[in-house]
């Protein structure tokens, strides 16, 4: 028989051991139960809505990406990637909305691509993918006559315009993380359009590029101003575009007003909209007196038309 002392140590390790099957049971049954609710709960948090603001675009053109969160992830950090591009989002005055701007690149293959959303919180990742088709511009060309010089410039010149690259090349990097604009874009100057976005340009009967804006019918001294509130980040003649303007809108939007007779705004300036940016001219690579006007979203020259359309 077992004496005393020895039943006391046994009944302990007994009740020992019987108390932890049954606090591993008790867990074992709440963690199958968490497990049951993560689903459900996973589910409802990915059924977030996306969405563009056109399926089928033609290349250059300005998409804009919208997404809308539930409660429970109205405080998520949102990001967007379209072939490697990082899209930022900005939040809306709406509690849980979020929008992003995206520019498709000039002479993008036609066909079928995507834009990846993820939503991020607490360590968990929600993510959709949106279709974009992506259809030809089939862009027109057209012949102009210039100054010989910015068809074949001096070594002086060359030297010039890699600085001018540069400098424009920082600002195109450079990403202001606020929204300045308020709604649609307006035209710079009320004229008429004069030459697309996109066309073929053939100077003096050489290829040089494709027109990256539009063109406004602008008499030397017409007034120009801003299609938009933002900041002034450049304010000088450059080479090939004249005495030119550029405004950052910001989340990668920006707006250039080239070929000016005069500038009136300076660097680091706030513009509002409608505030006067300078005179028309005729000054850089021009074939007479007129406005250029052109749209950059994330360093992709796309149709400022669109600025006037799709713009939230």
Known sequence: MMDRKRFGRFSA??????????VCATGAKNHELRAAQLPEQAVKAADFRAELSASQVKDGSVVIVSVGLPEQLEDALVKG???????PFFSDSVKGEYHAVLGVPYNHKSGETKISIRVLKNGIEYSKELPLTVLSGQYASETLRVDLRHLNPTKKDIKRIFRDKAEVGKIYSRLIPRKYWKGP????????????????RVFNGQ????????DFKAPVGTRVYASAPGKVVLAKDLFFTGNTVMVDHGYGVLTLYAHLSKIDVTRGQMVDLNTLLGLSGETGRVSGPHLHWQAVVHK?????????????
């Open 300 to 312: 992709m020259k796309v149709n400022p038309l669109d600025l006037t359309k799709v713009m939230k």
């Open 207 to 214: 290829f040089a590029s494709f027109h990256s804006g539009l």
């Open 81 to 87: 990637d379209f072939e490697g591009i990082q899209i």
């Open 185 to 200: 874009f307006r035209f710079p100057v009320e004229s008429a359009i004069t030459s697309v976005y996109g066309t073929k």
């Open 13 to 22: 390790f007994f009740a020992v051991g019987f108390c932890y099957l049954v």
